[in-house]
């Protein structure tokens, strides 16, 4: 280990130049990654997790077409294979058939016990992780046998096949610990996947290398290490990818794409993603926006239409809510609110705002006043929280941009300690919207940081879980678009593009639209030498 550390060290004092010289390699590919991890317990970090997915494996993923994809299970459970049955009293039994032979990195056998151990661990209220959605619908978890798990549903779930996408806590070494304080874990996970952490330089990379005796075989992965070199700065970021100092850069931001396209070493790999772009207005922090006429108002203020063709170079499109077309479950027909200040200042003015001398709205002694944070280095993204931020000044409203680090900002938004956030959201194959609007839904209990308490949406949201009938889900799920509309708990910008930028030597790089990231089948990917 020592022999291996000396020699990443020197590859990264020199990466620059040798990179330049031998470009990507299957011993070693550089990624340029736009944040550091604040943790690598997957069920705790606030941020994408595309690090921890070459390292800790879920039973099962999402594949490129967003398509559910059996991995550490052995086979789906669904209703028609006998993996879920219907219990007395609307509960559900999901039953997951474990694959055989799957080995942590310590050797140990990966069983059902480390599948109950998670289901445990997350109900038990003694550790906080990111999200509880969906475990908080759990009353146990049986195991008849090391490859079966009996997960017993307090009601019926409709998105149970992604319960454990996520992974599973390895019971032997985090048992009897508390999970929060186990650093040990936390910055180097055990995990069955085709990676394990060597070296956590905080502040500058998290160098991954090949895991021995990888249940998939001795041909995977295919490329022996992958440094994630933390380059929060864009520029800096697609600076060091043209000059080959990195290899690879997930999400290349809207902006850079024109001047990527002509780099002969380089390939673009775009996909639609399954998320939005959105503004969150946390009625908790500002109270003013607890009011719908405000936040109605506010929409109609925003130019998303000039913003995509400017400054996002129309790579995306306008959206008018949280589920996106990709969905099986994308419902058009919902209430917009089209570019009219106007209307908007109407609005602002029937709701009791009126414009002050200092061209600032107030009312009953508060001005119309607050402060959208974003991230910081994300270029793309400061030009549109500025951009926005004078179209809401034409209307009197005096919103101020505070920039925070990327790894910064996650604790901020969990805590709820913001005003109104510039972000994204990246989402899984299933449409469950629950975790982001329903009224028990605040962190840690969910991603509800608009702080929203709407009792019909609220109702409408769990009904839309508790089916497993897909025609009656949609039209929940309907529903639940509209009253998200009329409400307005969050601006509702534009979709996501998912462009990463590979060598050109890369095979088997597929990408992914929704939140499982482009690492998903990283143990297949394989750089050839010379191709074109």
Known sequence: MKRLLCCAALALASCGEAAGRRGASNALLIVGYDREPDTMNRYATHILEDIQTCVIEGLVTTDEHMNVVPVLAAELPTLANGGVVMTSGGGMDVTWKLRPGVTWHDGRAHTSADVKFTADAMISGEWKPESTDGFDRIRSVDTPDSLTAVVHYKEVYAPYQMQFLRGTLPKHLLQGRDIDKATDYNRSPMGTGPYRVAEWKTGEYVLLEKAPNY???????????????????????????????????????????????????????????????????????????????????????????????????????????????????????????????????????????????????????????????????????????????????????????????????????????????????????????????AADKIPPAGRNIDYLEDAELTRLLYASDRTVDRAKRRELLREVQQRVATLVPELFLYNTSKIDAVPATLRQFKGNPSNAGPFWNVHEWNIVSGAP
């Open 215 to 437: 249940w998939r075989g001795a041909a995977f992965p295919k490329i022996d290490r992958i440094l994630f070199r933390f380059l929060a700065n864009t520029t800096t970021r697609i600076n060091q990818l043209k000059a080959g100092e990195v290899h690879l850069v997930p999400l290349v931001p809207w902006d850079k794409v024109r001047e990527l396209k002509t780099v002969p070493s380089l390939r673009l790999n775009q996909v639609l993603g399954n998320g939005y772009e959105h503004v969150t207005l946390n009625q908790r922090h500002f109270p003013p926006f607890a009011d719908v006429r405000v936040r109605r108002a506010l929409a109609h203020a925003i130019d998303r239409e000039l913003l995509v063709r400017t400054i996002l170079d129309g790579l995306v499109t306008t959206v008018n809510g949280p589920i996106q077309p990709l969905s099986w479950a994308y419902e058009p027909n919902v209430a917009t609110y089209a570019f009219d200040p106007a209307r908007a200042r109407t609005m602002l003015d029937d709701a009791g705002w009126r414009t002050g001398a200092n061209g600032v709205r107030s009312k009953e002694g508060r001005s119309l006043a607050f402060t959208i944070i974003t991230q910081a280095g994300f270029a793309i993204r400061e030009n549109v929280a500025q951009a926005i931020q004078k179209q809401f000044k034409d209307v009197g409203v005096d919103a101020q941009v505070k920039l925070i680090d990327g790894t910064s900002i996650s604790p901020v938004w969990f805590s709820g300690d913001f005003d109104a956030m510039l972000h994204w959201w990246q989402q899984g194959a299933d449409p469950e919207i629950t975790t982001f609007f």
